[in-house]
Nanobody, 127 residues
Framework: QVQLVESGGGLVQAGGSLRLSCAAS????????MGWFRQASGKEREIVAA????????YYADSVKGRFTISREHAKNTVYLQMNSLRPEDTAVYYC????????????????????WGQGTQVTVSS
């Protein structure tokens, strides 16, 4: 069993930055792609960014491209999301997720393709 714990959320003014962390325990995820999703109030969960098993391939939603950076550190079994130039429309609960199973080393873009999920961390951007 894998547990994912997000941290780093909070309240920030527009234009500010936050760094989210997702620490995994229970099993190493060095062979698995991971992703960050977000869900704003009244909206569906959407992909923000994803990263492959070794960090060499990343994906970003158009809305965050150029502002957010996903990275991972195998030694700490941790994935990060650096968020810069934050906007009020970035306000949401942010979730970390991990793929699991055969051939899950590549990034994926829909919630159904991820097996393990964290509990979420709130990010609020004030205008």
């Amino acid at each position: 069993q894998v547990q994912l714990v997000e941290s780093g959320g909070g309240l920030v003014q527009a234009g500010g930055s936050l760094r989210l962390s997702c620490a995994a325990s229970g099993r190493t995820l060095s062979s698995n792609a991971m992703g960050w999703f977000r869900q704003a109030s009244g909206k569906e969960r959407e992909i923000v960014a994803a990263i492959n098993w070794n960090g060499g391939d990343t994906y970003y939603a158009d809305s965050v491209k150029g502002r957010f950076t996903i990275s991972r550190e195998h030694a700490k079994n941790t994935v990060y999301l650096q968020m810069n130039s934050l906007r009020p429309e970035d306000t949401a609960v942010y979730y970390c997720a991990a793929r699991w199973g055969e051939a899950t080393y590549a990034p994926a873009y829909t919630p159904a393709e991820y097996f393990y999920w964290g509990q979420g961390t709130q990010v609020t951007v004030s205008s």
